[in-house]
């Protein structure tokens, strides 16, 4: 028996008097409750030390701006701190920091750096790291700075206080105190800057705005103004945009709310002309600091000139670098190149154009003027800069004053002014001037206009306007006749070659017409000349009645002739607006290749030919190059059509296996024509060539290579049997008539229609304008102009009806007697055509069998006597076609079945019967629409 006592210091616990074992048992279990009551004591006794993972060393290299430097600057503090870095240390790890090249600069100009203190080692950093700039440029670029649309107020105001940082915004009071004022800029271009003018508003008009931070007022008047959420129908409007012509929601929910105005573009080319419009501090900071750096600071970067010469001071990011800079090829900077003489040849760029001119002040308002009671000089000639971007004429201050005119002649103006770059132009006033030129004729040719004076420009400059007044430049710039200059180069072929589209859309070819053109026949051409649309006239030529629909018809072939209906063979066709049409071939597909041409009878070869030649000078297709391999090439396929002329197709359907497509819905013709409104005017249009319309990606142009018998070609445009191009072209269409109100288009056929006269004949000079201005050419022999009764999408469209076409029923009527399976499945495409006229489902009923390839044809008396009399039937059931949907009239739908089939008939009431009950009199409902099938094994 023994007696344990516990050894913790200050536990009076001791076991009783029991045996050996006992007593080791209840003291260790007596010694767990000393490890529950103090684990944090236990732990911080015996736990190790725990370490965080190891910090990344920031970097930094050549070409980098002061913000830049000061946020590395940061995270070599939190690098020093976080690693626990020593005084010894930290000027090695300080040269580990930079980068190959700001590494290779230090050790070239100091190869003892790293033994210095860390301070001098950092300053001689940055001398060799940041570009140096003027404080009075970082300012600038503080006070220009805006904020963004969807940038948030604390982005907003960091990158603020980071710009601010750099321009020392520091002074001496006369107590010799140094007064830092950074917060009272960054407040005034904080409320600047806001983006929001409500927001903006609201913040000015606080009346502690100076005592309080502006970031409290700004979350105020955030909250204080919730966005106001759109109704339903702006929810649901859409838009086109202008620049890819695709379709937008013009009201979207965003982190902050609805927007309050509506989109004018999609996200994609906003984002795109937000990127392109976005300043660049960069270059104008490196140009700034060049001409107002003083010499004793740009001595400090001698050392590294060399170097920043050659990265031409990119800004480089602070992320690590991989690569050994022994490894990094150094870049070769191009100089400026022309095209001359069959290679490319290093140039000086030409001087910007000139132009003398004589330069007055314009003597009647000069006159009327009583505050300019003193002599002026009548005239000085300036050399003026021919500047096509300018909107208005503008003269360097410098050279006004020195022409002998005076501050008195300007007068003060409210218009501001821009650079290219954005920057402001400051206007000291304007005059009306009168300005003259000696013609190429000889004679004199003179304008009057408002010309305006800047002191931040070095010369005159004659905006766009005054060139096309003083006759130096083409009434239709950019549109005009293309004219050779000295550096074309023009080979051996150039006569037989055609002009290459042009990026124009509505213009393809700028000369547009054929006078000086002939075809392979060395026939002349007299088509127009290509030109753009007209602009809208000011009033209608005729006075707008039915009788003149006639007279209307033809002003508007004539006034669109050259552009909108201009089917000129021989020239190039207008690209439709868009982007370019994409083959997406699966990148496992092995390419299949026609090495051998299909014959062609010889009796159609020249015909053949003639219609590649006509397809090549349309821009179709082209030639292939020399040198070119094969990859994919079909075969062109001939067949004869209707008439006996043969038709030329290419068989692409070994590329459209492998093509993914681009889907795109679209309705039945039918359906289409059933919208059309009762009792309107109509229009219908017919596009021209229209799928060739459509460029082709110039990546995706070899896929289309097609041999004939007179050699290989390709497409340059949308072929017709590619499997996206339908897609493609509908897509495009709709959305340049996106906004286009009361029309139906069925691929190539457009019909507008309006209930009052004159507005039709406005919106069909639009709807020309419109469509001549996207690159679709229109047939003029298809045009059917404000007429009650037209043929649109395969039916004849009345007032009241819509019917097949003769041309339906004259072929259902000649169709001849079946003697193959293959003319059984055109019997019931050519019915299918008029289905929606009637029932057919037991008419033709006895011919439903040889659809199934397991059914042998063999054609008896029976079937012939069959076939007949559902030719006479079909032709009678049929040839009153069928009402316009009325959506105020009471409908009734009549379903049909039986075990072969199920139909229906939409029936509409058209008398007055109280009734309201079908078949109250003849002649009383009347059928709007019809349909039926038949039904499958299963479904029987």
């Known amino acids: 028996m023994v007696v344990v006592e516990c050894s913790v210091p200050g536990c009076d616990f001791e076991t009783e008097d029991v045996s050996e074992a006992l007593a080791i048992a209840l003291l260790t279990n007596h010694g767990l409750a000393h490890q529950s009551a103090s684990p944090v004591m236990a732990a911080s006794v015996q736990a190790p030390a725990f370490r965080g993972p190891k910090l990344d060393r920031p970097k930094i290299d050549v070409g ?12 070599w503090d939190v690098f ?34 790293t033994s210095q203190p860390l301070a001098d080692l950092i300053a001689a950093m940055r001398s060799l790291a940041v570009i140096p700039v003027a404080t009075c440029v970082l300012r600038t670029e503080l006070l220009q700075l805006r904020q963004e649309r969807d940038e948030t107020f604390r982005a907003f105001t960091a990158r603020m206080r980071g710009k601010a940082e750099t321009c020392a915004y520091v002074t001496v009071c006369v ?3 140094n007064v830092d004022y950074t917060d009272h800029i960054i407040r005034d271009v904080l409320v600047n800057g806001i983006h929001d003018s409500d927001i ?34 702006d929810v649901a409007r859409r838009a086109s945009c202008p620049e890819c012509k695709g379709t937008f929601n013009v009201f979207t929910e965003g982190s902050r709310g609805w927007n309050t105005k509506p989109h004018q573009l999609c996200i994609d080319c906003y984002r795109v002309r937000r990127r392109k419009q976005r300043p660049r501090p960069s270059a104008n900071s490196q140009q700034a600091a060049t001409e107002s750096e003083p010499i004793a600071q740009l001595s400090s970067i001698q050392s590294g000139a060399r170097l920043c010469q050659r990265l031409g001071y990119r800004r480089r990011c602070h992320a690590p670098t991989p690569r050994s800079s022994v490894d990094i090829p150094t870049p070769v900077r191009l100089e400026h190149h022309i095209f001359s003489k069959g290679e490319w040849r290093r140039a000086k760029l030409r001087d910007h154009p000139r132009a003398l001119i004589t330069i007055s002040v314009d003597m009647p308002v000069r006159q009327s003027d009583s505050t300019s009671d003193r002599g002026s000089v009548d005239k000085a000639r300036v050399s003026a800069v021919a500047d096509t971007g300018a909107q208005s004429d503008l003269w360097s201050l410098e050279e006004f004053l020195a022409c002998g005119l005076s501050r008195d002649d300007l007068r003060p103006v409210r218009l501001s002014m821009s650079a290219a770059n954005r920057s402001p132009i400051a206007i000291e006033g ?34 766009y306007e005054s060139l096309l007044n003083l006759g130096l430049l083409s009434k239709d710039f950019p549109s005009g006749d293309v004219v050779g200059g000295p550096g074309d180069e023009r080979g051996p072929d150039t006569h037989h070659t055609l002009d290459q589209p042009l990026s124009v859309n509505a213009t393809r070819s700028t000369n547009g017409g054929c006078n000086d053109q002939s075809d392979h026949h060395g026939a002349q051409c007299s088509c127009p000349q290509r030109a753009v649309p007209p602009t809208r006239p000011a009033a209608l030529p ?66 053949v030919y003639d219609d590649l030649l006509r397809d090549e000078a349309l821009g179709v297709i082209e030639r292939v190059p020399y040198g070119e391999p094969v990859t994919w090439c079909h075969r062109m396929v001939v067949t004869r059509k209707h008439d006996g002329s043969p038709r030329r197709t290419v068989d692409l359907s070994p590329l459209n296996k492998f093509c993914l497509r681009e889907t795109f819905a679209t309705e039945s013709p039918f359906h289409l024509a059933r919208r059309i409104p009762k009792g309107t005017w109509k229009t219908v249009t017919d596009a021209w060539n229209g799928y060739h319309s459509m460029p082709l990606r110039d990546s995706d142009r070899h896929l289309t290579t097609f041999i004939t018998p007179f050699g290989r070609w390709r497409y340059t445009r949308a072929p017709q049997g590619f499997l996206s191009s339908g897609d493609g072209y509908n897509r495009r269409f709709d959305a340049i008539l996106s906004d286009f109100e009361r029309k139906e288009r069925c691929v190539d056929d457009t019909i507008h229609y309006d209930t009052d006269l004159e507005k039709h004949w406005w919106r069909t000079i639009d709807f020309l304008s419109r469509v001549g201005q996207s690159g679709i050419v229109l047939n003029p022999d298809k045009f059917q102009f404000a007429e009650k009764n037209v043929d649109f999408a395969g039916f004849r469209v009345s007032d009241a009806t819509i019917e097949p076409l003769p041309k339906y029923l004259d072929a259902i009527r000649d169709f001849p007697t079946p003697v193959s399976t293959t003319d059984i499945r055109s019997w019931f495409g050519l019915v299918n055509q008029v289905a929606n006229y009637a029932q057919l ?57 039986s075990r072969r089939g199920i139909g229906y008939f939409l029936l509409q009431q058209h008398c007055g019967c109280p009734s309201g009950i079908p078949d109250c009199c ?9 349909g039926s099938r038949f039904l499958s094994t299963r479904a029987r």
């Not at 079909?874 to 379903?895: F, H, N, W």
């Open 64 to 75: 980098v701006s002061i913000e830049e430097w000061n946020v590395f600057m940061r995270r």
């Open 80 to 113: 020093c701190t976080g690693s626990g870095i020593g005084a010894a240390q930290a000027p090695f790890q300080l040269f580990q920091c930079a980068g190959p090249d700001l590494g290779d600069s230090l050790l070239k100009a100091n190869p003892g750096a």
């Open 175 to 177: 107590c010799g105190v």
């Open 200 to 233: 903006r508003r609201k913040t000015l008009g606080t009346p502690d705005i100076l005592e309080k931070p502006v970031n409290d007022h700004l979350k105020k008047s955030t909250q204080t103004s919730p966005t106001p959420t759109p109704g339903p129908a």
């Open 430 to 463: 304007a005059f009306f001037a009168r300005l003259s030129t000696a013609s190429s004729g000889g004679g004199v040719t003179s304008c009057r206009s408002m010309v305006y004076v800047s002191s931040s420009v070095r010369a005159m400059y004659l905006s």
């Open 542 to 607: 005729f006075p707008c009645t039915p009788d003149n629909n006639s007279r209307m018809k033809d002003w508007l072939l004539e006034r669109y002739a050259s552009s909108t209906f201009n089917t000129c063979p021989h020239r190039a066709l207008p690209c439709m607006e868009g982007p370019p049409i994409e083959m997406h071939v699966d990148p496992t597909a092995t390419p299949r290749a026609c090495h051998t041409a299909a014959g062609v009878p010889l009796h159609w070869q020249q015909r």
């Open 841 to 897: 489902r037991d008419t033709m009923a006895p011919f439903k069998p040889f659809l199934s390839p397991r059914c042998k044809f063999s054609w008896s008396p029976e079937l012939e006597e069959a076939f007949q009399a559902s030719k006479c039937a079909i032709i009678g059931a049929i040839s009153e076609g069928v009402e316009i949907y009325d959506m105020q009239k009471r409908t009734c739908l009549r379903p049909d079945w």
């Open 922 to 930: 003849p002649g009383g409902w009347r059928v709007t629409l019809a």
